[in-house]
């Protein structure tokens, strides 16, 4: 390797960010290698070596970026540098993004329950044929290595129609860019999609059978699963390390 190129220099700067998550090292990757605005980045193999990271990470990280309009994933075709990240605010952002997480997720729960409850008692069999359609698709993504974000979105669109109540629906419209956002994060998990289409089958079963407090209990399980991501782990494992150091 030769020593001043931004394969070299990158490898020096992996031991000083050594213990940062895998979202920061790929974008100091982007900063360092010098790559612009519509270049493609290299396969989730190769930044996972060069990152000296696990694929799964990468995988997490490039979701992270693709929320925030950094890169854009063109199924069956790479990863492109859509927009220069901040030259020396990322990790500043990561901070904000991981506190400001779980409020988004506590009005998730509160929300997305009560919907879940009210679409049991007043779902339609067109409702049930559109939350059934949506788990198909799902299906079918995961089964083609795919996360099942469009089948999730669309599951709990139908659940919000079959709830009609229109000032809910509001309020979730309102979260709908932080709601894109802790699902990217939550599907990216490894192992993750397989269980998200579970928990959104007991949902759905929960609100075929008109079971109002079913229904709400398998939104809240399905909800406490989606906080249980890698961000949120990373901050209360860096708050216990300095509350013991």
Aim: aromatic share 4%.
């Amino acid at each position: 390797m030769v020593r001043n190129s931004p394969w070299a220099k990158f490898a020096i700067l992996l031991t000083a960010y050594s213990r940062v998550n895998a979202t920061a090292r790929l974008l100091d990757y982007v900063e360092v290698t010098g790559l612009r605005v519509g270049d493609r980045l290299p396969s989730e193999r190769d930044l996972a070596e060069a990152l000296k990271v696990s694929r799964a990470s990468v995988r997490q990280a490039t979701v992270a970026l693709e929320v925030r309009g950094t890169l854009e994933v063109r199924h069956g075709d790479g990863i492109y540098l859509k927009s220069l990240p901040n030259d020396s605010g990322h990790l500043m952002e990561l901070m904000t993004q991981r506190h400001r997480l779980p409020a988004i997720l506590e009005a998730r729960e509160a929300l997305e329950t009560q919907l879940a409850a009210l679409a049991a008692a007043r779902r339609t069999e067109a409702d049930l044929a559109a939350m059934d359609q949506a788990l198909k698709i799902m299906a079918a993504d995961i089964n083609a290595d795919g996360f099942g974000e469009e089948g999730d979105r669309l599951f709990h669109e139908a659940v919000t129609r079959a709830a009609r109540s229109p000032l809910l629906a509001d309020f979730m419209a309102t979260l709908a860019v932080p709601i894109i956002e802790t699902r990217r994060s939550s599907l990216s998990e490894p192992g993750r999609p397989p269980r998200s289409l579970r928990a959104h089958h007991q949902i759905l079963e929960a609100i075929r059978r008109g079971d109002v407090p079913g229904a709400r209990q398998a939104m809240r399980r399905h909800v406490n699963m989606v906080a249980d991501i890698g961000l949120l782990r990373w901050s209360a494992a860096q708050q216990n390390g300095g509350d013991t150091g």
